[in-house]
């Protein structure tokens, strides 16, 4: 994965986006829409990644007539409602995963898992892995098992949450405090966006916080490993390294200590 500087020059290169004023703060989402523009993949199941410029710059999915509200109709993605937005996971079962496809070690795990689940209450698992490596599949096939099992669980995208944060008040507090005491929380699309020292400090951090002391494990996709992943929570004029750091020894208290990295397996296969 490339750095900060590194996607800011990349954009600021491209030909689509080098005359436009754009938010820094939406760099990580527009690399993630070039990536998809030049692999082709802008368009899946019905939704289409497009940019608008007024009121203000954002990336946004946009659906066509292929697209129905909960499932695309090859069936392949299912949206559910989280805090103010609705997010798309895939529609997908833990017995989909193939084990050429992901680490041995993680398959084992995701196997094991079928049975035992309710004895891993206090780790959950970190994946980490470029755009398309299957950190979302993933987190998906957990999601729907345990909805199927009835189990009280919540999926968050980071990104998406931390938008809507900047929208609201007590809300937030409210919605905050159930991810802190649900079963299972699943956190994706870290990395993926740009957050501030508030939201990591008032909300990130706390809810992380109550869940290690309280065992209650997390399982958490990411763009980048532990060590890069926290470069990215390190802003200017704040004690912000030192914050970062309590951070992510929060991650890696609430999930196994082996880490995932489904970059490896994406190589092989190229």
Request: hydrophobic share 35%.
């Amino acid at each position: 994965m490339p750095t900060s500087e590194e996607v800011l020059k990349i954009i600021r290169n491209d030909k689509e986006f080098k005359n436009i004023n754009f938010p820094i703060s939406k760099k990580f989402e527009i690399y993630d829409y070039i990536k998809r523009r030049d692999s082709g993949t802008l368009s899946e199941g019905g939704l289409t990644y497009k940019y608008i410029l007024e009121p203000s710059f954002e990336i946004i999915l946009e659906a066509d007539e292929n697209y129905v509200f909960g499932y695309s109709k090859n069936k392949k993605t299912l949206d559910i409602n989280v805090f103010n937005s609705t997010i798309s996971i895939y529609k997908c079962k833990i017995e989909d995963i193939h084990k050429d496809k992901v680490p041995i070690e993680l398959f084992t795990f995701l196997y094991n898992f079928l049975s035992d689940y309710s004895s891993r209450l206090n780790k959950g698992i970190f994946v980490y892995g470029p755009h398309s490596s299957g950190k979302t599949y993933i987190l998906s096939a957990i999601y729907n098992f345990l909805v199927e099992k009835k189990i009280d669980v919540s999926y968050i995208s980071l990104p998406e949450f931390y938008r809507d944060s900047k929208f609201q008040t007590k809300d937030l507090s409210d919605y905050v405090d159930t991810l802190k005491k649900v079963t299972y929380l699943i956190i994706d699309d870290l990395g993926f966006a740009d957050l501030d020292a508030s939201f990591r400090d008032t909300v990130l951090i706390p809810l992380l916080k109550y869940r290690d002391i309280n065992q209650k494990g997390v399982f958490v996709g990411s763009l980048s490993d532990v060590k890069n992943l926290a470069k990215e929570f390190i802003y200017p004029n704040d004690r912000s390294a030192e914050k970062s750091m309590i951070l992510m020894k929060l991650l890696l208290n609430l999930t196994e200590k082996q880490k995932y990295n489904l970059e490896d397996k994406k190589k092989e296969e190229n």
